[in-house]
């Protein structure tokens, strides 16, 4: 598919039929989710995937209150036969930037509170979004939420180290096309102006 298709295709689905996606395409959609940019080239960004039944079961149930749970046994959402939950862990910035070679760096040898801008969730954040595109590329419907519940109730539950944290989970899947209407190529790809493209001034 043409990148400009993927980018302009892309929605997020909220709606997923059962179809179990063949491990190649979600560990194919992972992989191009880790070619992501990451500053320092350090890597720092893992990713956590949930396909078996009663593990998804644990999922949400670590991530959703009881009274939505009730409400949504079988919502578009919880169809989805596979989630991904994208994981950073700080330390692994702070510690490749006191690295001699980075002593140039502003950010040389600074604990995690003083980065006006912490690239783990910026890293984290290019990793979820080039992990939406590949979705789309493999024809795959994907949602990005948050977790409604402590984020540690989940990591603890699937015996993930305390350094590490999330920014949310991606449901993975193909979309349920009786409720997934396309909405077709997006036009305006050429259009001379954009409300939120602010050209050398606001």
Known sequence: MDMSDVILNRRMTRDFSRRKIPSEIVMSVCRLALRAP???NCHGVELLTIA???LLA????ATSDEQWLEKNTDSGVRRAPTVIVPLYC????TQRYAMDDKAGSALYKKPAADWNVPFWLTDTSFATMTLLLAAQDHGLGALFFQLHRPERVLLDAFGIPQEYKT?????LGYPDEKKNVSPGTTKGLSAPSHPRIHIDHW
Request: aromatic share 16%; proline share 0%; glycine share 10%.
């Open 38 to 40: 990451t500053a320092g």
């Open 167 to 171: 920014i949310g989970a991606i449901a």
């Open 58 to 61: 644990t999922f949400w149930k």
């Open 52 to 54: 078996d039944d009663d």
């Open 90 to 93: 700080s330390e692994s910035y």
